[in-house]
């Protein structure tokens, strides 16, 4: 079995900054991708942010210049640095990895963790 689990979220006001980690753990072999995608209210989820294995990242156009995803390899673990935040920014965040175990691959995602931000 292989699990995701999510911390970090919070309220806070806009402006204000808020890190999200996310930890694997199992019979992992390897991880590929990870990410963030968050879903607010009555919206459908959205990709926010991805790192690849090798380090090369992309971000949703809404939170470039504000977020930073970045990863520890050896602790399996994804990090989102959520800078600026504003009030659009609330959601309930999730963490998605595509993960290879001796028997095969995956894609997992966390329980998330929510984000409110207050104006």
């Known amino acids: 079995q292989v699990q995701l689990v999510g911390s970090g979220g919070g309220l806070v006001q806009a402006g204000e900054s808020l890190r999200l980690s996310c930890s694997a753990s199992g019979r992992i072999s390897s991880i590929n991708t990870m990410g963030w995608s968050r879903q607010a209210p009555g919206k459908q989820r959205e990709l926010v942010a991805r790192?690849?294995?090798?380090?090369?990242?992309n971000y949703a156009d809404s939170v470039k210049g504000r977020f930073t995803i970045s990863r520890d390899n050896a602790k399996n673990t994804v990090y989102l640095q959520m800078n600026s935040l504003k009030p659009e920014d609330t959601a309930v965040y999730y963490c998605n990895a595509n993960i290879n175990m001796p028997w095969g691959n995956g894609d997992y995602r966390g329980q998330g963790t929510q984000v409110t931000v207050s104006s």
């Open positions: 790192i690849t294995s090798g380090g090369y990242t």
